[in-house]
């Protein structure tokens, strides 16, 4: 009788599985070409702010106001970006978040637990670091959770400008870490940013809520429906005194991400598949370029790393958020006695987790908030997340090109399709037919290498029976 075989290590950052893999590829995709249009709105924001012959014009357009007032709503163009876009980005958040929860890596506690912790341990070591920097030298503790953010659109742009080949595990990581972060973000938000509350508001959004929830469970479909309740449920979440953004979050979460039977795509990855473009297309952009306008110089800048809430900001996304995410990491691995997988080394994971300290949207986003009344020190603060997330930018470039060619290997290896079918051939190991199909290849292969060198033989054979015929003509005495 033969012992049983006892279960190795789990292998931390393994292949995906496939449909993991597609899924993940296709939201990088939608991010990258969104996070590449937030860079060109974040640049298009500073040239328009600094250049002298246009910066009043970008301050009229920003102050710019409009909307109904008799319902609380007549606001500037700046605050419907960042309450009204913004809400579109969180709806897609909280959607994102959904489908962990119940398709994917989420779903497994043991799979979670790496993501989420650390989720966390990015988040609270910034914080402690902005609490250190800036309490040690007198400055306000207010901005605390601004540094705990980390922009997926804007990393992702950056993987895509640097041409690193990052292989689909630490892509996938970095894109689960990211969802787990916007969750405690917008926490963050609710809890610590709220504060005069109007019941009535509320308990009009609270019920707005159930009715999207009793029309989702009903089976009711057609946007016409949808979107006018959303708008409602926004607006009264508004007038609440809670955060808007919290509204697209809820109805985010409320959507059914698992599948039923002979459905290609639950509700959830339908509507996401929607309304992600938008997100990332317009939405996101639109609040980079009416809230990244900030006044550069020289002065600015050198006051960035020497007034304390700043220096804290810009501390904690390069400094808090690598050791954070490499520290939850490491410490998640080693307690769970889980390896590494055997194609990484632990300098990708401290690569991965430089890169998440580029912090843009929530983290500007927060900035307003933390200093909210106080213009000049809401511009500094933006100045210091753009400086922090441009060297976490540099820092990770550098790391990441270092193994870069180790990634494109390993892209290829996990890409290599021989048999033509779509279906990358590291996932079909265990089918019996893969092999029958590679076989034949093989064969055809062989049969072509088997004619080909028949005919360089003749050839050869040909050329020695000439070479022997001329030699036999200048045979015979001289």
């Given at each position: 009788m033969t012992a049983p075989?006892?279960?190795?290590?789990?292998?931390?950052f393994s292949r995906l599985s496939l449909p993991e893999r597609t899924f993940v590829a296709d939201a990088l995709r939608t991010e990258t070409v969104g996070g590449v249009l937030l860079l060109l709105a974040a640049v298009t924001a500073l040239v328009w702010a600094n250049v002298p012959a246009l910066h009043d014009s970008y301050e009229s357009v920003s102050h710019f106001r409009f909307g109904p007032g008799a319902l609380g709503l007549d606001l500037s163009v700046a605050h419907w970006a960042a309450d009204g876009l913004l809400a579109v980005f969180f709806f897609v958040a909280g959607v994102e978040l959904k489908r962990e929860l119940v398709a994917g890596d989420l779903r497994d506690p043991r799979a979670a637990a790496l993501p989420v912790v650390a989720a966390l341990?990015?988040?609270?070591v910034p914080a402690l670091v902005y609490t250190l920097t800036s309490g040690t030298g007198g400055g306000s503790l207010a901005g605390w959770a601004v540094p705990t953010a980390t922009d997926i659109a804007f990393a992702l742009a950056v993987l895509a400008v640097i041409g690193t080949s990052l292989p689909s595990a630490l892509r996938a990581f970095l894109l689960t870490l990211a969802v787990v972060d916007d969750l405690f973000a917008i926490l963050i938000i609710a809890v610590f940013f709220?504060?005069?509350?109007?019941?009535?508001?509320?308990g009009g959004a609270a019920a707005g809520l159930a009715v999207f929830w009793l029309l989702l469970r009903t089976g009711v479909r057609g946007w016409y429906v949808?979107?006018?309740l959303a708008l409602v449920v926004?607006?009264?979440?508004?007038?609440?005194?809670?955060?808007?953004t919290i509204a697209g979050v809820a109805m985010g979460l409320m959507l059914r991400c698992h599948r039923h039977?002979?459905?290609?795509?639950?509700?959830g990855e339908h509507i996401e598949h929607l309304v992600r473009p938008f997100s990332a297309g317009l939405a996101v952009p639109l609040f980079a370029l009416f809230s990244a306008g900030v006044t550069v110089s020289g002065s600015a800048l050198a006051d960035v790393f020497t007034q304390p809430e700043t220096l804290g900001v810009v501390l904690g996304l390069v400094v808090g958020k690598t050791l954070g995410i490499f520290g939850g990491t490491w410490l998640t691995a080693r307690f769970t006695r889980a390896s590494l997988s055997d194609d990484l080394e632990w300098a990708d994971v401290f690569a991965v987790a430089t890169l998440a300290g580029i912090g843009f949207t929530v983290s500007l986003l927060i900035g307003e908030l933390a200093f909210e009344g106080d213009a000049a020190m809401t511009d500094s603060v933006k100045a210091a997340v753009l400086a922090g997330s441009l060297i976490a930018t540099a820092l990770a470039a550098v790391l990441l090109r270092i193994r870069n060619a180790e990634y494109r290997r390993l892209t290829e290896e996990e890409e290599r399709d021989e048999d033509a079918n779509r279906i990358p051939d590291v996932y079909?190991?265990?089918?019996?037919?893969?092999?029958l199909r590679m076989a034949e290849i093989h064969e055809r292969k062989a049969a072509e290498h088997r004619r080909l060198a028949r005919e360089k033989a003749a050839e050869r054979d040909a050329l020695a029976d000439m070479a022997g015929g001329a030699g036999e003509d200048h045979d015979g005495p001289a």
């Open positions: 075989r006892t279960p190795g290590p789990r292998k931390v341990c990015g988040m609270a709220t504060e005069d509350l109007d019941f009535a508001a509320l949808y979107v006018p926004w607006a009264l979440m508004y007038n609440s005194g809670i955060h808007a039977e002979g459905e290609e795509h639950s509700p079909e190991q265990d089918d019996p037919a893969y092999h």
